[in-house]
C-alpha cells in the first residue's frame, strides 16, 4: 500500500514547489512593479522618440527635393540672357592715326621748356594726351561693333568717319603747336642776330668815327 502513496507524495512535493516558485514570482513583481512601470515607460519614450527623429528626417529629405526642383523649375522658366554685342575694335587706319597723334604729342612734350610761360598750347598738348584722345577712342570702343558703320546722322556719316574726323582735327591742332613752336624759335634766332647787329653795329661806327 505503500507504493500508492510514493507516486501521490511525488505529486504533492511538485505542485508545492510550483507554488511556492509561483509566490515568488509574484512577490517580486508585487515589490518591483514600480520599477518595472518606469522601465516600460523609457522603453516606450526612446522607441517613440526614434520613430519621431525618423519622421523628422524623412521629412526633411522630401523638403530639400522639392525646393530642389522648384528651384530647378523657376531656373528652367527664366529667359536667356541676352547676347552681350561684340566690342568694337579700332580700325587699322585709326590705330595708324592714333600712333601718329601720340607721337606729335611726345615730340612735342620733349620741347616743354621752349614753349613760353602758362602757354595755352602746352595745355593743350598736355590734355591730348591724358584727356582728349583716350575720350575720343573711348566714346567710339563704347559702340556695338554693329553700329560702328551704321550712319549716325541724317548726313549719312558713319561712326568710323565721325572718329576719323575728330582725331584729324586733334592731329591738325598738333601740327599748328608744332608750327607756332618753330615760328617762336625762328623768331628768337631772328631777335639774337638783331640784337647781336646792333651791339657789333654800334661798336664798329664808333671805331670809324
Known sequence: MWLLFVPILVVV?????????????????GAG????LIALGAWMF???????QRRCAWRQRHEHVAQTQSAARKKAEEPAPPRPLRQTELPIDV?????????????LLGYADRFPPFSQDLYLVRQTASDYLPRTINAFLALPKETAEKPLSGDGKTAH??????LDLLDAKLDDIAQDLQRQDADRLLAN?????????MRDKAEVA
Open 13 to 29: 512535493a511538485l505542485a508545492l514547489i510550483v507554488a511556492t516558485v509561483f509566490a515568488g514570482v509574484f512577490w517580486v513583481l
Open 33 to 36: 512593479w514600480p520599477w518595472l
Open 46 to 52: 526612446w522607441h517613440e522618440d526614434g520613430r519621431h
Open 95 to 107: 590705330q595708324v592715326k592714333v600712333e601718329q597723334i601720340r607721337r606729335k604729342v611726345d615730340v
Open 161 to 166: 568717319q565721325e572718329l576719323k574726323a575728330q
Open 193 to 201: 642776330r638783331r640784337f647781336l647787329e646792333a651791339r657789333f653795329g
